[in-house]
């Protein structure tokens, strides 16, 4: 009598399947991961040698048409209620931290001023640049 059965199970395990959904996947992180910026609102900053740690703090961001944005909002705020804005976003922070982001070819009068407030309210500045 012959017990063997007709349909063997191969051991054998084919791998070129998940090579094609890890080349799949590869593919289409590199795509979304340009597609990320780190700011909604689109600034050529100045050059400099330095380095602009990327953490949780308050931004305020100054455009070539001198309007003011805090943390990336899309809507401007006036010149005259920056303060204002600045020590209501900042109210809860135990050590509060101020990050200007000039766009190249902005007057120093307004980093000198946005600067100005933040010594008054007693924040620490970083200045945003992009590297050489």
């Known amino acids: 009598m012959n017990f063997r059965g007709r349909n063997k199970v191969n051991p054998q395990f084919n791998m070129s399947s998940m090579t094609d959904i890890v080349f799949l996947l590869l593919i289409f992180f590199m795509i979304t991961s340009t597609l990320v910026t780190t700011s909604a609102l689109d600034i050529i900053l100045p050059k ?3 380095k602009t740690v990327n953490k949780k ?8 048409n ?6 990336d909002s899309k809507s401007s705020t006036p010149e005259s209620r920056v303060e204002f804005a600045l020590k209501a976003s900042i109210i809860n922070l135990k050590n ?3 990050v200007i982001r000039a766009e190249e070819g902005v007057p120093i009068e307004k980093v ?3 600067m100005d407030i933040a ?3 007693k924040f620490k500045v970083i200045l945003a ?3 050489k």
């Open 48 to 50: 400099a040698s330095g």
């Open 57 to 64: 703090n308050t931004s305020i961001t100054i455009k070539k």
């Open 66 to 71: 001198l309007k003011f944005y805090l943390n």
């Open 96 to 98: 509060p931290v101020l």
């Open 112 to 114: 000198v001023k946005i």
């Open 119 to 121: 010594n008054r309210n």
């Open 129 to 131: 640049v992009r590297p």
